[in-house]
């Protein structure tokens, strides 16, 4: 509210002093302009590149400008009002060249601030009336953030719409490149690189990227080229990624890392991207050949991911799925086998999930409990408990099937439910010779057995 009472910012007092202040500013809007320009340019420098560019930003500022301008000396209604067609153009040629939309909304931001000290030193020279002065800024104000706020989201709109249309359009001249490499051809390798605007003779990475089945974002590609983008920047490779659409929630991409034959994917870092973003990593490998087959192997663990369903972690690899990515060949048939080697173990219960874990750390360990107790923060005696239990749930020990059981246990952890067996029913009632418990004679209750396992399981 203005300092004054007496003073309506609706009145037409102050609407005759807003219309004073505009018409004096509007004979100064070359100089306005080019210094909104200036600051927007010196501010952002993702926004100083080639003249054509440049040329449109000016026109754009001054556009936004002199629009402005005739709202506050016209009384125009923000509702009659739509972004210059520059803006939306300057808009578009940015997405076109990939420039993060947050420079294009700084620009505002920072024009908003500029044109509003050209207005409030007018204002001062056309009173001192402290009343009128502040119901006069508080009108301005209120115009211009909302012409501000009102252009912005047409421009995001532009921005948004011509970014999806530019990369699938981008997009049509790399597939046909890829395809003929994914197809195991033989191809130009330099027409090819030229197209891709992407070395070949060289190690990559194969990533596929997607976003979650409840996620249906306009932007979803955008959303992913910036993810794909972040990783890239992350590794730190030789040149740019190849980024290739799929689909509306998909896309596939190579990593290019020069001389380098190693990746680490939770180095390379998805903090940036959002939740609902899912990566999926080949290994590292080398020219045409290992083009075709990191892409192949990120395609095996995405398919280890999605069989996970919403237990699956953010990013997955080749190299730490690749034996259940090959057993997805048939899921009743992997199922089956699971469940004949695991046996009780395969129960899809908490506590049978427990003892998996700890089983599988174990083998994976050597069959050592004290690597075991440390990887899994428990004491030697608990483990020694777990896995005694893991072997009664299993009917024999574990040594003597190793390699089997180790492959069940890894499918089990990520496929869950796809592969386990549902708990049986508990009984109702205790029976002769139990300890009162419901649990079957000859048995001793849980307490009793962890009075020899040390700290509780």
């Known amino acids: 509210m203005c300092e004054n009472p007496q ?46 560019v440049l040329a449109l930003l000016s026109s754009s500022v001054h556009s936004n400008v002199g629009t402005c301008l005739q709202i506050l000396q016209h009384q125009i209604e923000l509702g009659a009002v ?49 009343g009128m002065i502040t119901a006069a800024t508080l009108s301005m104000s209120k115009t211009v953030a909302g012409y ?16 999806e249309r530019w990369l699938r359009n981008r997009s049509a001249g790399r597939a046909g490149r890829v395809r003929d490499l994914l197809s195991g051809e033989r191809v130009n390798v330099s027409a090819t690189e030229a197209t891709l605007g992407y070395r070949l003779r060289q190690f990559h990475v194969g990533l596929v990227c997607w976003a979650g089945d409840a996620t249906a974002a ?25 980024f290739l659409p799929r689909d509306e929630s998909s896309a596939w991409a190579w990593l290019p890392l020069g001389i380098r034959d190693r990746f680490d994917a939770a180095a390379a870092g998805t903090a940036d991207a959002d939740d609902d973003i899912r990566f999926a ?32 972690p953010q990013v997955v690899t080749f190299s730490e799925v690749a034996p259940v990515a090959m057993m997805l060949g ?12 695991l046996g009780g173990l395969a129960t899809d219960d908490e506590s049978h999930a427990r003892l998996r874990d700890t089983l599988l750390a174990f083998l994976q360990s050597g069959g050592s409990y004290k690597a075991t107790a440390e990887q899994l923060v428990l004491h030697k005696n608990t483990v020694q408990y777990r896995i005694r239990k893991a072997e009664e749930s299993l009917g024999r020990p574990a040594a003597g099937n190793r390699h089997d059981v180790e492959l069940a246990l890894q499918a089990s952890r990520w496929l869950g439910s796809a592969v386990l ?15 009162g418990t419901g649990q079957p004679a000859g048995r001793r209750p849980p307490s009793a057995d962890r009075r020899t396992a040390g700290p509780s399981q």
Do not use: M
């Not at 500013?25 to 003249?51: F, H, N, T």
């Not at 990191?294 to 395609?299: E, S, V």
């Open 82 to 130: 739509f972004a210059p067609a520059a803006s939306l153009e300057y808009a578009r040629r940015r997405a076109q060249r990939g420039t993060p939309l947050t420079a294009l909304l700084r620009a505002y931001r920072l024009g908003h601030t500029c044109f509003s000290d050209w207005l409030l030193v007018e204002l001062a020279r056309q009173t001192d009336d402290a």
């Open 421 to 435: 067996q549902p708990p049986r029913e508990p009984r109702a009632t205790a029976t002769p010779g139990s300890w």
């Open 7 to 52: 003073v309506d910012i609706d009145g037409p007092a102050v609407a005759g002093l807003v219309a004073d202040v505009a018409a004096a500013v509007s004979r100064r809007i070359a100089v306005v302009s080019e210094d909104v320009y200036e600051v927007v340019l010196r501010e952002i420098p993702e926004l100083r590149d080639d003249k054509p």
């Open 330 to 341: 048939s899921p009743d048939l992997l199922r089956a086998w699971v469940l004949a080697t």
């Open 281 to 312: 990593f080949g290994d590292a490998v080398k020219g045409v050949t290992g083009f075709r087959l990191t892409h192949r192997q990120a395609l095996a663990a995405q398919a280890v991911a999605l069989a996970a369903g919403s237990s699956a």
């Open 148 to 163: 501000v706020d009102q252009t912005s989201e047409e421009i995001v709109a532009a921005y948004t719409h011509e970014r």
């Open 218 to 242: 306009v932007d979803n590609i955008s959303r992913l080229e910036h993810a794909i983008g972040h990783v890239a920047a992350k590794v730190g490779g030789a040149g740019e990624a190849v």
